[in-house]
């Protein structure tokens, strides 16, 4: 039997946060240098993307004007360009740390599309962890994304097991959460930067209820995407895949109940259409353009 079924739930998050932080102290220097985007935006508005199916017919051309953290796949919607092509009001992009069943070469061709896709050489923010293939090392190896403004954030804190969410494992220039949704990432982000008003766009969190491919994401021509379609729809889906999402979706919505508790201050919706996530107060787009 696995030994840590002998464990308690705080032994074991003791020591995992001890054997990423080892690691963690190679990327520190890097790392640390976040620090310069603590409260640089107190008070502003900003808006998150995610890849829900819901991007795909949502006209996100007003977003040139705003605050914007897209997140991983937005490169493949055909208004990346016309969104992220000012740089004020500054815009980010957040991917958070990868992981397999895709390989390293896989993640190399997805990189290579993505910086041929993004016209803007903006700020990034990528996530790392202990995964050998992590997206510094392939970044740096391939000598990619040399005109953008690359910084690193280590996705270190289990929040399974008994973990309760502190504010101090939100800030981005230390070792942060290790989430199973990368919006998680991206709020850590927004509040470290002090954002005051947070609204979500394109996270259904509905997976569990997806029956096909084309409703659970937006795109899906990245190169990377191929294995995740079959792993979660393919002939070859494993059983127990309804319990691994249903596991994530509890503890990422444990998490977000948490940063609402947390921040009462600030002002977080949900304006994505449909979907599972009820967290957040939701309001509609339009309307909060309209504001």
Not at 5 to 25: D, G, I, M, T
Not at 53 to 58: D, E, L, R, V
Not at 88 to 117: D, G, I, R, S
Not at 158 to 179: D, F, P, V
Request: proline residues 5%.
């Amino acid at each position: 039997m696995d030994p840590k079924y002998y464990l308690s739930p705080f032994v074991l998050h003791q020591l995992r946060y001890a054997k990423h932080y080892f690691h963690f102290l190679k990327h520190q220097s890097k790392v640390s240098q976040n620090k310069k985007y603590f409260q640089k935006h107190v008070g502003k508005r900003c808006f998150i993307i995610g890849s829900g199916p819901s991007m795909a017919n949502t006209d996100l051309s007003a977003l040139q004007d705003e605050h914007v953290i897209a997140l991983n796949s937005f490169f493949m919607n055909p208004q990346c360009n016309e969104v992220l092509q000012v740089s004020k009001p500054e815009k980010y992009y957040l991917v958070p740390p990868n992981h397999p069943p895709q390989t390293a070469a896989e993640w190399v061709e997805t990189l290579t599309t993505m910086q041929q896709k993004i016209a803007n050489p903006l700020t990034m923010f990528w996530g790392i962890d202990y995964n050998k293939d992590h997206w510094r090392t392939l970044i740096e190896k391939n000598l990619l994304f040399e005109k953008f403004n690359i910084q690193y954030f280590y996705s270190g804190v289990n929040t399974r097991e008994g973990y309760r969410l502190k504010r101090k494992h939100l800030n981005i220039a230390r070792m942060t959460l290790s989430a199973s949704n990368a919006l998680i990432n991206a709020l850590s982000l927004a509040l470290y930067m002090g954002f005051s008003e947070i609204y979500l766009l394109g996270f259904e969190h509905n997976h569990i209820c997806v029956q096909k491919p084309e409703e659970y994401r937006a795109y899906h021509d990245a190169a990377h995407y191929q294995k995740e379609l079959d792993y979660d729809f393919g002939d070859q889906r494993p059983r127990h895949i309804n319990f691994e999402i249903l596991g994530n979706n509890f503890y990422t919505f444990k998490i977000y109940l948490e940063i609402a508790e947390l921040y009462p201050e600030t002002r977080i919706v949900n304006c994505t259409p449909g979907g599972i996530l009820d967290v957040f107060p939701k309001m509609k787009f339009e309307e909060v353009i309209k504001r």
